[in-house]
């Protein structure tokens, strides 16, 4: 019975260990780069790398959803580009805005769990952004993932905490 088991989870077991193999040969090409400089298009990326585009397009996704960098994709939007460690990726600058802005008014309250999906839906965010939109937030200690009155998710902070002490989820 195990050996079938095993069997089932093979495919799997193989697609994470491609894609991480995948994610650290475009990290180790994408190093070349300077933070901020244009990046060549994925196809171009593809061939230097000797790999399927698609493939490496997703991990390019990837890296955006992670924070890494900002990948435009086909939307033709400007090009994509390497973002330095801690840099805030551009897409996410008017929802950390707008939750700095209501906790300022006291519009969110100090304790009160923060209503990301609404706020992601008006900034045109997916849920898998989310971390990466409320990464600065947390790390400057206006917002934590904790369990609260409410269930688990992110609440605003009682007490301002450094950003030492603060820990993203």
């Keep these: 019975m195990s050996t079938t088991r095993t069997k089932l989870f093979k495919p799997e077991r193989e697609f994470v260990r491609r894609r991480h ?24 990326l593809a061939k ?10 997703a991990a390019l996704a990837d890296l955006d959803t992670r924070g890494e960098l900002v990948y435009r994709g086909s939307q033709r939007r400007g090009p994509s580009y390497r973002l330095r460690p801690g840099e805030q990726h551009p897409d996410d600058v008017a929802f950390d805005r707008e939750i700095r802005q209501k906790i300022a008014s006291k ?4 304790g009160n769990p923060l209503p990301t999906q609404i706020l992601a839906d008006r900034h045109g965010l997916v849920p898998s952004l989310i971390p990466r939109a ?36």
Excluded: M, N, W
């Design 134 to 169: 409320c990464r600065r937030l947390i790390k400057d200690g206006v917002i934590a993932y904790r369990e609260g009155s409410l269930g688990p998710g992110l609440y605003v902070l009682k007490k301002a905490r450094s950003a030492e002490v603060v820990r993203a989820p």
């Design 107 to 110: 519009d969110y309250q100090q």
């Design 48 to 57: 230097a790398l000797d790999l399927d585009a698609k493939e490496v397009a």
């Design 21 to 44: 193999t995948l994610l650290f040969q475009l990290r180790q090409h994408l190093a070349r780069y300077k933070y901020g400089e244009a990046l060549p298009v994925t196809v171009s």
